[in-house]
């Protein structure tokens, strides 16, 4: 099957169905998509065939996807059987164990790509590059949340509280388990600044891009190039995009209020703001993981570094790390997320946020003290140990002493 004829009516419906999370359908699409056309058929042609058929057709991707990452294989295999069991192709259990067996998946998943986490210091050199408000608000504010990547481009400004500095996240979190956040003042002046610019950025999008322009025919506007006269360059004509619905030529606040994200692009554009950012910096920021097994080698300072430089920040502090596992997202239990759901607790967190917030910021900085922090630590575990040996040798010479004591005293008996 050729690219050009993928029709996956079928696929975007079970995915309208059964996957709520715009991410989720998302990475299942390309998981699908992907198999497919490995496979060379067409969703409803595959559903069509025998269950014998079905399993060659799978242990003949296992092979094509053989040296991709352990945890991709699995996201794969996992995507296509929950596709076929919610289509009622009974495929047996001990099939899907095979194919987990035959790539060698039943040993546990490691991520190939080896990963770096920035100090305040790899961060603020790295953001220095930033030329734009957006890159410097977007990644200052994954850095001081300690939200996915996905989970900040879903955001709505509804979401962020800048009098309190909180984001209050519901369906755009992961797995959909409600939680809120805090950002540093640093950060809120950076999106304060980007409001301005964000503006400016949404009327200029659909004035230079088509795809743009498309998205508002589908949603039923009417997209007009109107020419005009322009005296001041000698009558020759310039034109210009406006939307029309009705009949009517909507604002430009109109058209603005028509995005909601904080963020308004996609993954993809993030992923190359940040990958420029990296290249600009250089060595080491640019470097890729040289591993052969990945497809396509990746930046050892990724995207989710911000994240996890949120996280072993707070750690380094010794935050609560209760706390610290609520904001980042990491429960799994609701009765645990529950608790939290009150005015009291709310305050708590922003207190904890707040008395650990230095550690976290990029361009207030105070210096980095993590070696003088480290001789400290090593000066203190040599003083106990001096101290635990002096110890020892007081109560040595307390022996001797009680020793000499005895022995004088039986001299004296013998006398």
């Known amino acids: 099957m050729r690219k050009h004829d993928w029709h996956p009516k079928i696929v975007e419906d079970y995915l309208k169905k059964y996957y709520g999370n715009i991410g989720s359908r998302k990475t299942t699409l390309v998981y699908l998509k992907k198999f497919f056309e490995t496979v060379d058929i067409q969703p409803k042609d ?13 242990f003949g991707y296992m092979i094509a996807i053989g040296e991709n990452p352990k945890k991709t294989q699995i996201s794969c295999l996992s995507a296509i059987k929950k596709f076929l069991d919610r289509h009622e ?15 060698n998946l039943n040993k546990g998943s490691y991520a190939l790509t080896k990963k ?51 984001v209050e996240l519901n369906e755009e979190a992961k797995a959909e388990l409600p939680r809120y956040t805090f950002f540093t003042p640093e950060t809120k002046e950076q999106l304060e600044l980007w409001k301005p610019e964000r503006k400016r950025m949404l009327l200029r999008r659909y004035k230079s891009s088509k795809y743009i322009r498309d998205q508002f025919k589908n949603m039923g506007y009417e997209v007009k190039r109107e020419d005009k006269f322009d005296t001041h360059r000698q009558g020759k004509p310039i034109y210009h995009w406006n939307v029309y619905k009705d009949g009517k030529e909507l604002s430009r606040e109109e058209i603005i209020e028509m995005e909601k994200r904080v963020f308004p692009f996609d993954y993809i554009t993030a992923q190359r ?36 430089f949120w996280l072993t920040q707070l ?29 009291h607790m709310r305050t708590v967190l922003k207190e904890e946020y707040d008395q650990h917030m230095k550690c976290l910021l990029v361009f207030e900085t105070q210096p980095d003290l993590s070696d003088i922090h480290k001789q400290l630590s090593e000066k203190d575990e040599r003083i106990s140990d001096l101290e635990k040996k002096t110890k020892d040798m007081d109560d040595m010479k307390m022996q001797l002493l009680e020793l000499r004591l005895t022995i004088q005293e039986l001299k004296n008996q013998k006398n």
């Open 46 to 58: 595959f559903l069509k065939l025998s269950n014998k058929d079905i399993e060659n057709s799978l």
């Open 89 to 103: 192709k009974d495929i047996k259990a001990k099939i899907w164990e095979d194919l987990r067996i035959r790539n």
């Open 116 to 166: 770096e986490t920035p100090t305040q210091n790899d961060l603020r050199k790295i953001l220095s590059y930033a030329t734009g408000v957006k890159s410097r608000a977007l990644f200052m504010f994954c850095a001081t949340t300690g939200l996915r990547i996905d989970e900040v481009l879903a955001l709505n400004f509804d979401n962020i509280d800048f009098e309190k500095r909180k």
């Open 273 to 308: 703001m940040w990958a420029n950012l990296l290249e600009k910096a250089g060595d080491p920021y640019n470097k890729k993981d040289s591993n052969p097994k990945l497809q396509y080698p990746r930046y050892m300072y990724n995207i989710h570094s911000l994240r996890r």
């Open 315 to 343: 750690m380094f502090e010794r935050a609560n790390k209760e706390y610290v596992d609520y904001m980042g997202g990491h429960w799994t239990n609701l009765d645990a997320v529950y608790k939290y759901e009150n005015t």
